[in-house]
């Protein structure tokens, strides 16, 4: 009998199980439970993009695709961020499309990080940031933000953490989980910064089309970030198409082309079906993604306002559809207060430490769902914040 811990990889046994899958699941044994834990729409994808879908099958397209993806497909990437970012992308030699934009973050990661490389991670961050980094054999290093700065990367916090190590910085904004956007001012503070260093950026993009109060700003759009940036994104979050599995990654032709490499050979390519569906969704969705937007920024007023009334104080987020509410006035651990929620309650959020030791002290809730679920979410977390304090 053979003992399999001897076996595994040193770097896999170090990485801690999402802190996020474990509330999840916790709360999907339970009855009467309202979540507002996972980050993913409450929209069905539009029928247009499922149909665009179907017809695929119904003609027989379920052979692969080239590895990079459908060559109509990254066209269509091609123009969506030329209109998006004023860059123009090569559909042939800089777009690829991925599983997912997590897969696109891995295989952007492994394509430039040599062993000892050190990554900047902004926490609060990602849950998968900082593994990521781990798995391509880097090292993720922390740059923290502060809830009195709106978690807003600060320019002096980031300049202390660069070494001679330092190979890129990961931005992500808007911020899962913060919500958090960097506007244009901010970008060009941190775009000095990287020039000076010569670093890369891996800009995760993914709730991109999901701004509320100004328009948004892509690091690919600074002045000279575009040849040092990998821009990642996709289809799960402004598109309500998190199940497709779809993302893609643009880049200048030679990180394109590693990535290419590590994909051909993980992965092959992106499946058919969700390709075309996600041609209809980039080609004529601009109106459902409008649509969903709308009423993401009706529920985020809703659900911020409530947070503040009842004195768990909380800025307000300026994109995705996350609130990140301090609850330090509970004398609770973020962990303990989540626990004690969803046992007493039946509201699952998500602990803010999950996402970094700045993010003690605070939950992340998410208002992707139906307003009456989060008025009721809301009638129930005031009445247990009331029973803490």
Same mark, same amino acid.
């Given at each position: 009998? &053979? %003992? +399999? =811990?001897?076996?595994?990889? /040193?770097?896999?046994? $170090? @990485? ?105 991670? &902004? %926490? +609060? =961050?990602?849950?998968?940031? /900082?593994?990521?980094? $781990? @798995? ?254």
């Amino acid at each position: 009998m &053979i %003992e +399999p =811990s001897h076996y595994l990889s /040193s770097t896999v046994k $170090s @990485l801690k199980p999402s802190g996020i899958r474990k509330f999840f699941d916790l709360a999907s044994s339970m009855e009467g439970v309202i979540s507002l834990g996972v980050g993913e729409p409450d929209f069905v994808t539009p029928w247009n993009v499922r149909e665009a879908s179907i017809l695929s099958l119904e003609q027989g397209y379920t052979s692969y695709t080239a590895n990079a993806g459908l060559l109509e497909l990254r066209n269509e990437i091609s123009y969506y961020l030329k209109e998006k970012t004023d860059i123009t992308y090569s559909a042939k030699e800089e777009i690829l499309v991925t599983v997912g934009a997590s897969q696109a973050l891995d295989i952007a990661l492994r394509a430039i990080v040599n062993p000892g490389d050190e990554v900047i991670v &902004i %926490e +609060p =961050s990602f849950v998968a940031y /900082s593994s990521l980094v $781990s @798995l391509a054999g880097g090292v993720p290093v922390s740059v923290q933000t502060s809830g009195e700065m709106e978690f807003k990367l600060q320019p002096s916090d980031l300049e202390k953490a660069i070494t001679k190590k330092t190979k890129a910085i990961i931005l992500c904004s808007p911020s899962n989980p913060t919500g958090t956007v960097l506007n244009k001012e901010d970008l060009e503070k941190i775009a000095s910064i990287i020039e000076k260093h010569d670093l890369l950026v891996i800009s995760d993009e993914i709730y991109a089309e999901l701004t509320y109060d100004e328009a948004y700003t892509s690091f690919v759009s600074i002045e000279g970030m575009a040849q040092r940036t990998i821009l990642v994104s996709g289809f799960s979050k402004g598109f309500a198409m998190t199940g497709w599995r779809l993302g893609y990654v643009a880049a200048q032709q030679e990180f394109l082309s590693a990535m290419l490499k590590i994909h051909q050979y993980a992965m092959m390519c992106a499946p058919t079906m969700a390709q075309y569906a996600a041609v209809e969704a980039i080609k004529n969705g601009k109106e459902d993604v409008m649509h969903m937007k709308k009423s993401y920024r009706q529920r985020r007023n809703l659900f911020v306002s409530a947070l503040n009334e009842m004195g768990l104080s909380c800025h307000v987020p300026g994109g995705a559809f996350y609130a990140f509410p301090s609850i330090q006035k509970t004398n609770l651990s973020s962990e303990e207060f989540a626990e004690e929620l969803l046992m007493e309650e039946k509201v699952a959020v998500v602990p803010g430490s999950v996402f970094g030791e700045s993010g003690e002290g605070y939950i992340r809730c998410s208002y992707a769902s139906s307003l009456e679920q989060l008025q009721e979410a809301l009638r129930r977390m005031q009445r247990f914040v009331q029973k803490k304090c």
